[in-house]
T-cell receptor
Framework: NAGVMQNPRHLVRRRGQEARLRCSPM?????VYWYRQLPEEGLKFMVY????????ESGMPKERFSAEFPKEGPSILRIQQVVRGDSAAYFC??????????????FGDGTRLSIL | SQKIEQNSEALNIQEGKTATLTCNYT??????LQWYRQDPGRGPVFLLL?????KEKRKERLKVTFDTTLKQSLFHITASQPADSATYLC??????????FGTGTRLTVIP
């Protein structure tokens, strides 16, 4: 999965702390997506962003979760006041086009978040 | 309710045989259907995309079919090899660009 870089690969937090997950898309890609994968479950869409804009956040929990994709720098998924149920693998993907295009999405290797 | 079901959680097959994986969906109208491969501890890797008006797509030893009447896609790997062992995910893309994933089929190719 060269191209989409996610860090950290593993993140451990205690309940109540904040978690920040970073994603640098492939070069030339301006569309970023975040997905969550719980053990034994499929990938679930969370949010779709373009530079400086949130396009679709229909999969984001209403509280504690936020995402941004600034003009400069990586996309950030932020989880405030983490709880045990936030433990999961979080994957970022990027694509060259967006909207109703047929562009495949290129995934990073994920951040595995563990809440103690 | 909307569902994406992949035929079995796990599939074992002898090396050299053709592996066939099934993806069925309900209450979606996908414009595109995509197949991904995921290895343990890694992110999904894109394999093939097929449009709603295409019946079949091929890439090397891979073949995908898409039947919008049956609401089903079949994914075939011919002349399977142990290196093909992985989890295979189907994903539907509707008008927007976010993908809806099935839970995957874990394929094991036995030497």
């Amino acid at each position: 999965n060269a191209g989409v870089m996610q860090n950290p690969r593993h993140l451990v937090r205690r309940r109540g702390q904040e978690a920040r997950l970073r994603c640098s898309p492939m070069k030339g890609h301006s569309h970023v997506y975040w997905y969550r994968q719980l053990p034994e479950e499929g990938l679930k869409f969370m949010v779709y962003l373009q530079k400086e804009n949130i396009i679709d956040e229909s999969g984001m929990p209403k509280e504690r979760f936020s995402a941004e994709f600034p003009k400069e720098g990586p996309s950030i998924l932020r989880i405030q006041q983490v709880v045990r149920g936030d433990s999961a693998a979080y994957f970022c993907a990027s694509s060259e086009g967006g909207g109703a295009s047929n562009q495949p999405q290129h995934f990073g290797d994920g951040t595995r978040l563990s809440i103690l | 309710s909307q569902k994406i079901e992949q035929n079995s959680e796990a599939l074992n097959i002898q090396e050299g045989k053709t592996a066939t994986l099934t993806c069925n969906y309900t209450n979606y109208s996908p414009a595109y259907l995509q197949w991904y491969r995921q290895d343990p501890g890694r992110g999904p890797v894109f394999l093939l995309l097929i449009r709603e008006n295409e019946k079949e797509k091929r890439k090397e030893r891979l073949k995908v079919t898409f039947d919008t009447t049956l609401k089903q896609s079949l994914f075939h790997i011919t002349a399977s090899q142990p290196a093909d062992s992985a989890t295979y995910l189907c994903a539907l893309q509707t008008g927007a660009n976010n993908l809806f994933f099935g839970t995957g089929t874990r394929l094991t190719v036995i030497p």
